[in-house]
């Protein structure tokens, strides 16, 4: 712990080092980025709409953090997710149809209910990969992001393009009556926020008071004991896949019907990497992500600010967020090398 | 227990620096925002870009117009944010940024591409006191397809056509072989009638002063997805582009925002190759490679943003769809035309003499290529012999023309 | 060059890795270093080459005291140590490997010099080795014979050898045993640490025996008058040499059995034409039946296929011929699963690697174990019965203690905690392995009280007091073959000695 808070707090004065660096007042950077993500409604509510699928994200990243799997697949079970989710909403809304064949509040449902199918889908077939065929989870997982991006991008440019129109902007915007009811003019839908808390509710309680969290967290420290102690050790890890499949396809459909309101190519916006960062710096633990979830949605949120208001190149929250990751890693590395030992 | 407490500290140690920050009184050295009192009087403008500010194209052009503006009107100002696209910026949608533009005060907002339709939109019915530009786009155009009852928002497009016929013209009387590149950027109806318009030049200009058959002319467009390059999503236009450098293709017209034909054209000219380029969008196109650059046409959106934002200023815009013309009289006039044209290096005197001629032509109107007989790329008829094309027919043009290599959706 | 190390001491952390150890190596003869695993032999060589420093002791060189620090420094003294895994730059060629590990710091190589350097000491010991040759491309052998030459190249006056005739062929081992009695008859002294009795044999002059940190015995091979020819042995010979040298690593007299007698009449584990194999060994059991609440135990020299052994009766490994029966049912190929819900249940010797999960604690093991169709854990009553496993195996540690952070006593106590029951096959490994007097008779207690309940027990030790105290028969490993169980009272010192050296 003391190397993880450590490693934090190097980050933070590199961090600061790096807005001195391109001309700027680190006090102001951060006076902005929070005025940015809590100076008005809309700017809360973009917060809330950003924290959501992350909350789903990271909270199916505990289950595999915790089976000792490094999900890097969970871009690609978001992205898939959206896909099966869009397929259905096309389905029940055909384009140009005046209204939808089911009722839209049904549609809506059935369409996060196939986002979580796709995730799963994606999920398992990252699994299958390193179950049976013993590949490294993080390649097959960033294969399969590669693929679920690359079928985005064949169904926007292709089968789903707007009419007459071939961009990679997007497929044309669902009908508003399929889109999910927001926080009055802000984008933060209260579907979305309450499935997520939903799911790091459900993640606590699982990983603290069952016992498929106990057999998890067991394969995740040691494989081969778990196994010895009669541990089915790949049905565990197929359901950790299974389960994070599950969450990031709902985080991928509220994408969908919650925020674009239409398939774009990058419709994860990258959040599924935010959200291993806030696992990894959280040490697995789900008790802790909601705050750490809040702060770098927060942090993306108000990084609008740089540009906008102090004239500074937006990569650096980029940088910063990279710094972030960096140093929780290293952090993590000397936890695990050196922390046992001063335990001793 | 003891990892608890450290926890805890960790978090309150983050707290606390968060809290310090916005405790702290900011620092003498933070730069100055512009002094109170004129703040009533500064006109706040927000500017949604889609891709780099300096991207020597379509987003450049852009921020050259805003500096027109600013120097006819000193008490406007401008607030950027480029790069607005899922790419570059992954969790931002253009609506999201004008949300926060007119948090800091502006009272027009453009969004500068077509792609910012549905967000202009949005941003219009949310923000009903705000005039909501869209640079190209028809939601404001009564007499169009898809008009939008909504009336802060305006849609704001120069009427390009006549400078891609110029364009197509150029790289015409330029190529010796007849084997013209297009470098497309995606595909909607925009970019079909630019196209269109660019091979109806040609296909004059080839025939007329070249006196080639119009049969050798071979007209090929490559669409890459979007504006300019995402790495992984769009196809590589410095790819695309060497493929018709590489593929005999002696012209290769840009019409996407940044300049990779005249870079990758740069290069094979060095190599060897005798090819030239056409640039698109940005004044100094030529610039990038003087020798082999047959021209440029270029927007100009300072005249037609400045009546805008003055009549914001005013309170009496109302949403109109404005196709802007040019100055026939004086292409290159920036207070007038609409767009310009530069004449490139490569294209020798002779044939700028027929150029002239063709420009010349076109602004009197004795040149009207938007004229029948005209068929479809899959041969069904577009405007019967002698009929003229209205400008919804121009606008909604629904697939390419016969002639022309690429797909039309 | 006469090595001599004198009272050498090595802590680590409560270990006692080498205790007042004094060995002398003369010049121009191959010395055998032996001893099990954890003896304190490779400590004591990385002493001697500079890998590890000593707590106190002295090392002397042809009579004057060397201050050795670092692996540099030993080189300069010209010891030259040759690791298991040979230390060299795989990306890199033969001969730049070679180059690279010189000790004379020129900045200028010489790249034709030490070419010709590098052929003439090939030739010299028949060493075929082409210098272009990638390193990576070259077998453990070739890359073995590198480091010599390597190692010569320096001008070192003592080699010291660590297990060098693991994973090289026969030939390779032919020819390294030829250079290295060429090198002592040169006047080199060569330390050879190993614990295969054979290569001993047929290589030393000498062979030093440790255990537990100690030396237990020396014994000059040649001095004795057992060696009449070079490297030939006759067979009687052999066996005796091989049952002095297991008598010291093992000790002189045994325990007398002390178990009470608790098998029943019922044959529990049965197992017919069994064949292991794994990448170092191949082995075969012909016939072996187990009755309810018999102990086996398993000796052997360490790595001799114990443990490949009582995996496969566990079901954790697959035989690639023959059949494991438990009671009634063929258990043969079936997955681990059906072994556990058979009553098998294995306790492996590493127990934080295989048995015990860092960073789980006590009462989540046993929650682990106990889990069943049930959704939520009872905390209470996961808590209620860790508390009284902790009791009734007298575990110094508290329910929410993590199994990493207890002694290793109280480790094995908690996997013993974890045994199911009913249990019909324990497998153990090393059962008391590390624990103190106290506590091993308390393991043996409990283990005996499950053989009275109908449990029977193989377990394989490298603690011979123990197999033959506790054993109703004995089996003995060695060197991939397997001796029928014979009755444990039936055992003398002797007996054993020579079945682990290889005779029966």
């Not at chain 1, 909350?55 to 953090?65: E, K, S």
């Not at chain 1, 995730?119 to 990969?129: E, F, M, Q, R």
């Not at chain 1, 440019?157 to 999910?180: I, Y």
């Not at chain 3, 006593?409 to 059962?431: C, D, I, K």
Request: proline share 5%; with cysteine; glycine share 10%.
């Amino acid at each position: 712990m003391l190397y993880r808070v450590g490693a934090f707090v190097i980050s933070l004065v590199l961090i600061g080092l790096v807005v001195v660096l391109s001309g700027a007042s680190p006090i102001t950077v951060i006076g902005r980025m929070l005025s940015g993500a809590f100076g008005t409604a809309d700017q809360i509510g973009r917060v809330v709409a950003t924290l959501s699928p992350l909350l789903l994200c990271a909270a199916g990243l505990v289950y595999t953090f915790n089976a000792g799997l490094y999900n890097l697949g969970v871009e690609g079970q978001i992205t898939f997710g959206a896909i099966a989710a869009t397929l259905v909403l096309r389905l029940l809304h055909p384009e140009g149809a005046s209204a939808s064949l089911a009722p839209p509040p049904l549609t809506i449902a059935l369409a996060i209910v196939a986002g979580g199918i796709g995730g799963v889908l994606w999920g398992l077939l990252a699994g299958a990969l390193h179950v049976y065929g013993r590949i490294s989870e993080i390649f097959a997982g960033l294969g399969l992001n590669f693929a679920a991006t690359g079928i985005a991008i064949y169904l926007i440019f292709g089968p789903w393009k707007r009419p007459g129109v071939a961009s990679l902007s997007g497929t044309q915007p669902f009908d508003e009556s399929l889109w999910l009811g927001t926080f009055g003019q802000t984008e933060a839908t209260p579907v979305a926020l309450i499935l997520g808390l939903i799911a790091l509710a459900i993640t606590i309680v699982v990983m603290r008071n069952t016992y498929f969290g106990l057999r998890l967290r067991a394969v995740g420290k040691n494989l081969r004991a778990s196994y010895v102690l009669g541990v089915p050790a790949r049905r565990q890890l197929l359901s950790a896949f299974f389960i994070c499949g599950l969450f990031a396809g709902v985080a991928g459909a509220l994408q969908v019907v919650g925020v674009f309101h239409r398939l774009i190519p990058n419709i994860s916006s990258n959040l599924g990497f935010l959200g291993l960062l806030v696992v990894m710096l959280v040490n697995f633990d789900p008790r802790w992500i909601l705050p750490v979830a809040f702060f770098f949605s927060a942090l993306n949120i108000g990084s609008l600010q740089l540009p906008l208001s102090l004239g500074l190149e937006s990569s650096l929250s980029g940088v910063i967020q990279g710094l972030l990751v960096l140093f929780a890693l290293i952090g993590r590395g000397l936890a695990q090398r050196y922390g046992r030992k001063l335990e001793h | 227990m003891r990892t608890k407490r450290l926890k805890v500290l960790a978090v309150s140690v983050l707290l606390g620096l968060l809290a310090s920050a916005c405790a702290a009184p900011p620092p003498a050295a933070a730069p100055a925002q512009p002094a109170a009192p004129a703040a009533d009087q500064t006109f706040t403008v927000g500017m949604v870009i889609v891709g780099p500010m300096n991207d020597k194209g379509w987003n450049e052009a852009h921020v050259e117009g805003t500096k027109y503006v600013m120097e006819k009107m000193p008490n406007v100002k401008f607030e950027y944010v480029d790069k607005v696209n899922p790419g570059d910026r992954p969790n931002v949608k253009g609506s999201q940024v004008a949300d926060e533009l007119i948090a800091k005060g502006a009272k027009v907002v453009i969004f500068n591409s077509d792609d910012f339709k549905d967000d202009a939109l949005e941003t219009a019915k949310k923000h009903p006191n705000i005039v909501v530009i869209h640079a190209s786009g028809d939601y404001a155009w009564k007499e169009g397809k898809n008009y939008k009852n909504q009336p802060n928002l305006g849609n704001l497009m120069s009427k390009m056509e006549p400078g891609w016929m110029i364009a197509g013209c150029a790289s015409a009387l330029g190529s010796e072989n007849g084997k013209i590149g297009t470098v497309g950027p995606l595909i909607n109806e925009e970019t079909r009638r630019y196209a269109s318009a660019a091979y109806l030049g040609a296909r004059y200009c080839w025939e007329n002063y070249k006196k080639r058959d119009p049969k050798e002319l071979q007209f090929k467009i490559t669409w890459i997805g979007f504006w300019f390059n995402i790495p992984g999503v769009t196809l590589d236009p410095t790819k695309v582009a060497d493929d018709f450098y590489n593929g005999g293709f002696d012209v290769v017209m840009s019409a996407i925002d940044t300049p990779e034909v005249a870079v990758q054209g740069k290069k094979a000219a060095e190599a060897g190759k005798a090819v030239k380029y056409h640039h698109y969008d940005y004044k100094g196109g030529c610039e990038l490679a003087p020798d082999i650059c047959l021209g440029v046409h270029y927007y100009n959106w300072g005249p037609g943003y400045l009546d805008i934002i003055k009549r914001a200023m005013e309170g009496t815009y109302t949403g109109t769809w404005t196709w802007a013309q040019a100055d026939w009289k004086d292409l290159n006039n920036p207070d007038t035309s609409a767009f310009g044209y530069i004449k490139g290096k490569a294209l020798g005197a002779e044939n700028e003499k027929f150029l002239d001629q063709f420009i010349k032509g076109l602004g009197d109107g004795s040149i009207d290529l938007w004229k029948g007989p005209l068929n479809f790329q899959d041969g069904s008829v577009f405007l019967k012999d002698g009929e003229k094309a209205t400008d919804q027919q121009i606008w909604y043009l629904p697939q390419l023309l016969e002639g022309m290599e690429g797909p039309s959706k | 060059m006469k090595v001599e190390l004198r009272h050498i001491h090595k802590h680590f952390g409560a270990v006692h890795a080498n205790n007042d150890v004094s060995l002398t190596v003369e010049a121009g003869t191959i010395h055998g270093l032996l001893g099990e695993n954890g003896a304190g032999k490779s400590t004591l060589v990385k002493i001697l080459s500079g890998f590890i420093t000593r707590d106190s002791g002295e090392v002397v060189l042809d009579g004057r005291t060397a201050h050795i620090q670092s692996p540099a420094d030993a080189l300069r003294y010209g010891i030259g140590m040759l690791h298991q895994d040979p230390l060299d730059f795989p990306p890199l060629t033969a001969i730049e490997n070679f180059m690279a590990g010189s000790l004379a710091m020129r900045a200028i190589l010489n790249p034709r010099a030490a070419e010709r350097t590098f052929r003439a000491l090939c030739a010299q010991f028949n060493f075929d080795i082409d210098p272009q040759a990638r390193v990576s491309d070259l077998t453990v052998g070739e890359r073995q014979q590198l480091e010599i030459v390597r190692l010569l190249a320096n001008g070192v006056g003592t080699l010291i050898l660590d297990e060098p005739t693991t994973g090289i062929s026969a030939s390779q081992k032919t020819l390294l045993f030829e250079a290295l009695r060429k090198l002592a008859g040169e006047g080199k002294s060569i330390i050879f640490v190993s614990h295969k009795l054979e290569d001993v044999e047929e290589l030393c002059d000498c062979v030093t025996v440790m255990r537990r940190g100690q030396v237990v015995g020396e014994l000059d091979l040649r001095a004795d008058g057992l060696r009449q020819t070079e490297g030939k042995w006759p067979r009687d010979q052999h066996f005796s040499i091989a049952a002095r040298i297991v008598e010291m690593m093992f000790g002189k007299e045994l325990a007398m059995p002390v178990k009470p007698p608790t098998h029943q009449d019922e044959v529990i584990l049965s197992v017919e034409g069994l064949v292991l194999r794994s990448d170092r060994l191949e082995m075969r059991i012909e016939h072996l039946a187990v009755q309810r609440g018999e102990v086996i135990g398993v000796a052997g020299l360490e790595g001799s296929g114990q443990q490949l052994f009582l995996m496969a009766c566990a079901g954790l490994e697959r035989p690639a011929a023959g059949t494991i029966r438990l009671a009634d049912r063929d258990l043969t190929h079936k997955p681990y699963r059906d072994f556990l819900q058979a009553g098998v249940c294995y306790v492996p010797a590493d127990r934080l690697r295989d048995g015990l999960i860092s960073g789980l604690t006590i009462q989540e093991h046993v929650a682990l174990r106990t889990s069943n169709r049930r959704l939520f854990i009872n905390r209470a009553a996961a808590t209620a019965e860790a508390e009284r496993a902790i009791a009734t195996f007298n575990i110094r540690g508290r329910p929410d203690t993590l199994v990493e952070r207890l002694s290793g006593g109280n480790q094995q106590r908690t996997q013993l905690a974890l045994m199911p029951s009913p249990l019909n096959v324990l497998l153990m490994e090393h059962p008391t392995r590390g624990l103190d007097i106290e506590s091993t008779l308390w393991v043996w207690q409990q283990l005996i009280a499950r053989c009275k309940q109908g449990t029977a027990i193989v377990f394989a030790s490298s603690d011979l007091d123990e197999i033959v105290q506790y054993s109703d028969r004995v089996m003995v490993f060695s060197g991939g073959r397997v001796s029928p169980p014979i009755a444990a009272s039936e055992l003398t010192a002797d007996s054993l000695g020579q079945m682990i050296g290889g005779r029966f």
